[in-house]
């Protein structure tokens, strides 16, 4: 009670003394100013006396005004104010700079030092802190960032001892004077000057450097690293030394290097980055003396008795180019391993032809290959064996007429042994080969295309051979007698030519099985019967390119074949009459064939390859026609491929005339083949996939149209494209599911949809990733029975007032609710409404599903209440017991009725509230590959409008030896 009392009086003294003018003493009765507080005993005071200025932990929200200014606070805690921090202690408020301004050494006032990297005073010993103006000691101006002045007495002007442990190895950096001097002047700039003029007789030293380090690291007694622009000396040696004695020795550089170091030692290195167009030197002396001594450039003497490789000289230039040298001497040049045995080059630079040769005491000079060469008018006192026209290393031996040039050369002797005639390169196998104009061995073409167009000519007469080849070996004998190669990138039009040509102009005589045979070529063989091939015949084109014919057959005669196969066995062994095979990795066939003919009579047919069964099979076997293998594990391959360029023609086309047969069966994935009993027109298998069709314009493209009830003149197509086209008379596309799998009401998300039934479903995709999907005809959790669900709205198209198109939405509710509405009228304040029977029939009204009734008047009155809500109807009465005869509007909204489903299960669409919907479809992403389109390109390997009609051949005239 005692302290509420004081507080009071305290109050109203302060009340009273704001209207006094007088001055106010508390604890004196003599004040000596406006308010003067006196401590109870100044000598000895309490522990309450003082004034306590009122406390904040942290500055107002909204700052004070000018009528606040020098208002007094104390900080009882650490804050910010304006960015800046705020340390405890008294402030006042400074509505100038609209700042609290510190009055305590530990607050944020006026401060000479601060703590490193902040507007902290310094309160230890150990603070590091900084200073931004310039510091002087022993002096009263400061002229530098710190200008220390010492007394003559002083021992030294600035001592610096840096206390670090470095250990061996280590990579910090230690620096006793570190200067960084920064900026764009041109005047002098000095990061450590130097003046000493004591001219005492003691050891001057302008920067004396002794390190003493265990550091397995870089070791600087001075470092320098200039960048500059201007002319730069890292390090500028002005020497005057004017002693005529010979025992001075002056070093304007000197290097002592000493110890047992094993790593790389330099006495001076040079490394230069400069990337200016200026001249570099990496060491340049200039010899200006006019003295009588020897003079060295430079002068290395390496002590013979030390181990290792050594150089004199080592340089390395490996630029490319006529300018560049590693070592460039204007004047004489000696060389060699002692006084006594060294040689000097000639001064000149010879004639063209010339060689070096040595008198013997070291002068060497020019002189002419004559005496010592082969000559052109021959040469004696030869010895076979070991004079000889050749080469002494592994390089060919060359002979040419007409000059150096390329095309002049005429033979070659390989380093192998080999000899080519014009040519440089020679096949494998080859110990002889001769090229004649435009020829070439596969690789190498021909050098001169004037020598001739036969390479090698043999004659003969009488029953003589003009060419006979042999090859004698054994059994693994792989080799030809004579073989014959034509190579050629291209020929003129109508021409032939041929490997090997054979030529028989007799008539043979006789009729029947006495009639003479004449054979052009004859190829026969009577190898033993076996797994080994034997061939009477074998024609090899190796052309990579045009129409090549391994072996080719040309008849005239319309009752005979250009090529005609018998195989005389009646076994049951597969026999094959011909046979084509191929094994080439490009576009080739094994058997082609031709129809040339220029066109087509009415009712005729003409067939490239045509092929006829005529059995029928038993049991599992198979009749085929035509049949195409393709074994190839890997690429493009083909068992049947067919292409053609008609607009009515059919790259394919398969025909089944029986009334239930299947015109095309395709199986994938080495499935087995399913087809329908009643037959169908095509009929596509896969494991994964059945069918894929893409179609390839991007605008317009259609992958799949699907046409029924015979709409041949009714097919239609967006002209934007589509995947999928189907047209019907009745329905365009059906889409049926089999089994009845229901959503996971307790998993609401994208896998849900893979839990779902239903007839059809749709999706819009953006980079693969689902933007909308839909469901159609879906069998839902519970048995719940939707037409369509999926995201986004429900709308219809109406036309503007303008005739444009506009869309129209569907309010979509958490329930299954029908919606009724219809009009009434009030007869003395009383109405009762019928609902529907049909709508009755399918809702259910009940303590859980009320039935919702919205009433709008049409008339003045006092208002309506409904009661008597049920399944069939509802009453609308006036309120306050009106009898008001006004008519009204109302809608009604009502749950779905539960209903049963086909197979025996309930729907409960009455319970449903956010029923668990399904996500989009899991998909997989299919890979797809390119068709090899080479194989298209067999058609435009067929351009000829006919096979090539070989011409007969005149015989070559015999020339005349002579």
Partial sequence: MKNITSKILLAAFFLTITSLKAQIGIGTTVPYSQLDIRSSNQATPTNTDGILIPKVDTFPASNPGVDQQGMLVYLA?????GGNPKAIGFYYWDDNSSDWIGISSTANGDHDWYEEGTTTAPNAITDNMFHNGNVAIGKNTANSALDVFSSAAAISGISNVLNSTVTAGGTTIKLGISNSIQGNSNDVMTGQAN??????TGIHYGVNNEISSPNS??????????NSNSSTFESNNNITNNSTSTLSTVHAYSN???GTSAGTIKGYNSTIGVSGNGDHYGNYNLLAGTGTGIKYGTYNLLNSAAGGTH???????????ATNFAGYFLGNVGIGTTGANMYTFPASRGTNGQVMQTNGTGVVSWANPNGFAWTTVGNSVTTAGTNFIGTTDANDFVTKTGGSAAANERLRVKTAGQVVVNNTGIFPGDAFSAYASNTTNGTTASINNTIGTFAVNGYSSGNGTGVYGEVNGGATTAGSAIWGNLYGTTTTASSTSEAVWGTNSTAPA?????????????GESSGAAGTAFTMGVLGTNSATAGSAFGVYGQTSSPASMGVFGVNLDVSAAPAHGIQGQTGAVGSAAGVRGFNTAAAIGAGQNGFGVRGTANIAPTGTGFVMAVRGDSNGATGSTYGVYGQVASATGFGMYALNTNANGTGLVATGNNAAATILASGAGATIFGTT???LSLARTPASGVGLIGVGNNLTGSIFSPASGAGTVGVGTQYGVMGFATTTVNTNPGNNNAANGAAASAGGYFEVQNAGVAQTWTYVGVRDNGGVLRKIIGPGTVNTIVNDTNGKRVALSCPETPENLFQDYGQGQLINGKAHIEIDPIFAKNIVVNEKHPLR????????CEGVFISNKSQNGFDVTELKNGNSNVAFSFSIVANRADEMNPDGTMARYSEERFAAAPGPQITKKLETLEENTAARNLASDDKQASLPNIKTKPNQKLRKQK
């Fill in 195 to 200: 003046l000493i003029t004591n001219s005492g």
């Fill in 311 to 321: 150089y004199g000289i080592y340089s390395e230039v490996l630029k490319a180019g």
């Fill in 853 to 860: 009734v919205f009433v709008q008047l049409e008339g003045d």
């Fill in 77 to 81: 805690a650490p804050t910010t104010f």
């Fill in 510 to 522: 006789g009729t029947g099985v006495t009639a003479a045979v004449a054979t052009g070529v004859r």
């Fill in 689 to 691: 996939l059945g069918t």
């Fill in 217 to 226: 690291s870089f070791i600087y007694g001075f470092n320098n690293a200039i």
């Fill in 256 to 258: 002592n290097l000493a």
